[in-house]
């Protein structure tokens, strides 16, 4: 193991499955000349030239469409959205045509395509530019969806969502990029099944459900809370779609009280779905009402103080918490 | 690999009919409740594809919008697949789990049926583009109704489709209408062609009731898209005789211009000028008719027959299986 950045181990992703498989290929604003608004795809165009890795016009419908045709004849693209708030005007072709094209098609027409980017609220990009859209694709059956928050997590879920036979949308956490972490070295293949939470922090006393940017978080707080006689177990999804289930009821089954910390916003976001099911389907292992911590229900302020607010945070996460253990 | 320009004209005729008493059984069927949904008809624009079609090959791409069932009819899944797939049959060409307004055919290389105005022309230019990619020399039939080119989607595609030089023939069936808004109301252009010239993409314009000057044309375009891989934007002049879909009664247009149109018939066109030719008889053009008759008929008794899929199967088809490389 070494330690690398979330966005380098993006990049051996792509690096590693473009090299792997012919049929791979990286298309998308400023991924080739530019090597990625985000710097993910540095490198790739001078290894793998322009046919591989393809720049576009601003076009989000017209290029994720064209990802969607050439995957019907068989090639696997990797179409990346500059941030996934911008996927919102191809929100047709990702909703409305791939994950679609199966059924249709009695099965004739599957769509192994990526979509990938930068998802969720960064710092003050205000309203147009801070949109976390897991919930709104998690909504479409047919697609599949990954929220990883770590470099391990990042490489090893992209390297399976290419390599999957439908579309999966990798939504990379735009304020993690520059994080760190352990990571196999590039030698060592690493798949990370789509579909498996990972206990991020063993405890005993609460479970935080939390994915993405959320993670980090949630650590943090459980840190703050050990000090407290708290013991937080830290439940990372890692893939929204398919959802881990098992996963989910074997934590609250030991703890007895969740907290569920989303980046999205509350009316149908992703903790409405994990709280329903934990209510339905493990009703007596609770001692508390599930709690959500999300976004406030407001278009995103651009002012420092009132961003913070709107977001979940340490404090509301920790009160949270306290409220579910009664402490 | 079959020259185009050897495509038998009969041939070519006897599917125009085909297409032609096939929809008509689908409409009797239709009023008869057979048919659920929307149900779009293409009487009366049968030599655009059957023309299209004609002029390229068997592994070439095809697409298209909702009124697809002459596109899947001319490029070869059967009567009978298109009529069960019309009653939601498993038989059906995609076991009735898409209906009218969403035919595919892997095998024929029609790559659907797509019933959001537009959104199925950047997948052209994906088709495209795999063949591109691939280094074949296969070109994409993109066809698309007047309704289309006003939509964001056809800009980006048309764009896109110029920028990279892709092997695609953007096929627009003008036909006067899409639902109740005339072309006039629609478009801010003079001609629908002049959209080409904006992507600098060659455009001409077609005849479509006319079956050898959509083949001719299209068998040019292509063998030149071959030779150097470039897109060509045909606006071709079409009809529909009915409505836009089973409920409309059409009101929006007079009978007058129905009837000029009607006069004008691709098939009666076709047939007059190989009968004028020598290479059709009266009798032979009977034997075609009453063999599409036919066809039409026994495909509408194997949709009665055809069983659906168990219910349980919905869950089958939200995500391939396997996760192959
Ligand atoms: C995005 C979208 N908007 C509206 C519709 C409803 N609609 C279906 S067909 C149609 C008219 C399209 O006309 P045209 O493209 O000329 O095709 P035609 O029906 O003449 O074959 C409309 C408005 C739709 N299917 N998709
Ligand atoms: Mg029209």
Do not use: W
């Amino acid at each position: 193991m070494r330690e690398i950045t979330y966005r380098q181990a993006l990049n051996e992703a792509l690096a590693e499955e473009l090299a792997r498989d012919p049929n791979v290929f990286l298309m998308g604003e400023e991924v080739a000349e530019y090597h990625g608004a985000y710097k993910v795809s540095q490198g790739l165009l001078e290894r793998f030239g322009p046919k591989r890795i393809i720049d576009t016009p601003i076009s989000e419908n017209g290029f994720a469409g064209l990802g969607i045709g050439a995957a019907m004849t068989g090639l696997r693209p990797i179409i990346e959205f500059m941030t996934f708030s911008f996927s919102l005007v191809a929100f047709d072709q990702v909703v409305n045509n791939a994950p679609n094209m199966f059924m249709m098609s009695g099965g004739q027409f599957n769509i192994p395509i990526t979509f990938r980017g930068p998802n969720g609220p960064a710092h003050q990009l205000g309203a147009t530019h801070s949109h976390a859209t897991e919930c709104l694709f998690a909504n479409a059956p047919g697609l599949k969806v990954c929220t990883p928050a770590t470099p391990r997590d990042a490489k090893g879920l992209l390297k399976t969502a290419v390599r999957d036979d439908n579309p999966v949308l990798v939504l990379e956490a735009e304020l993690l990029y520059s994080s760190k972490g352990m990571v196999e070295p590039p030698d060592e293949e690493l798949l990370i099944p789509l579909g498996q939470a990972e206990v991020k922090r063993e405890g005993s006393d609460v479970s935080i459900i939390c994915y993405a940017q959320t993670v980090p978080l949630a650590l943090t707080v459980a840190a703050q809370l050990e000090e407290e006689d708290i013991s937080a177990e830290i439940v990372d999804l890692r893939s929204i779609k398919p959802l881990d289930e098992e996963a989910i009821y074997k934590s609250v089954s030991k703890t007895h009280r969740v907290v569920i910390v989303e980046q999205d916003r509350p009316f149908c976001g992703v903790g409405a779905e994990v709280c329903y099911r934990i209510q339905k389907n493990i009703f007596d292992e609770l001692d508390a009402p599930v709690i959500r911590v999300s976004q406030e229900d407001v278009p995103m302020p651009y002012n420092e103080k009132l961003e913070k607010f709107v977001l979940p945070n340490a404090d509301k996460l920790m009160s949270a918490v306290k409220k579910v253990c009664y402490a | 690999m079959h020259r185009p320009e050897q495509r038998d004209e009969v041939e070519m005729l006897a599917m125009m009919l085909l297409i032609r008493r096939f929809e008509e059984r689908a409409s009797q069927q239709y009023q008869a409740q057979k048919i659920g949904g929307f149900c779009h008809l293409y009487i009366g624009q049968e030599a655009v594809v059957v023309g299209a079609v004609a002029a390229v090959r068997e592994d070439d791409y095809i697409i298209t919008a909702y009124r697809d069932h002459g596109h899947a009819l001319a490029r070869g899944t059967s009567a009978n697949a298109c009529m069960a797939e019309l009653f939601g049959k498993a038989t059906g060409c995609t076991q009735g789990l898409g209906g009218s307004m969403h035919f595919f055919d892997k095998k024929h290389h029609m790559y659907g049926g797509h019933a959001i105005v537009g959104a199925h022309v950047p997948l052209a230019a994906g088709l495209a583009f795999a063949s591109k990619y691939r280094e074949e020399d296969r070109v994409t039939l993109c066809f698309f109704g007047d309704g289309a080119i006003n939509q964001g989607s056809f800009h980006e595609a048309l764009n896109l489709i110029a920028l990279y030089k892709l092997p695609v023939i953007l096929i627009c069936e003008n036909n006067l209408f899409a639902m109740g808004t005339s072309v006039k109301r629609s478009t801010s252009l003079k001609q629908i062609v002049d959209r080409a010239e904006g992507y600098d993409i060659p455009g001409d314009i077609v005849d479509g009731m006319n079956f050898r000057e959509v083949r001719d044309k299209v068998a040019e375009v292509a063998a030149s898209i071959r030779k150097d891989s470039h897109p060509a934007f045909l606006e071709v002049r079409t009809y529909r005789y009915r409505g836009h879909s089973m409920s409309d009664p059409a009101s929006y247009r007079t009978k007058d211009e129905l009837e000029k149109y009607r006069l004008d018939d691709p098939i009666i066109r076709l047939r007059a000028q190989l009968t004028r030719e020598g290479k059709l008889t009266n009798e032979q053009f009977d034997a075609l008719d009453k063999k599409a008759k036919q066809a039409a008929l026994e495909s509408v008794k194997f949709a009665e027959q055809s069983p659906e899929l168990p219910v349980e199967d919905v869950y089958k088809y939200s995500y391939a299986e396997g996760n192959k490389s």
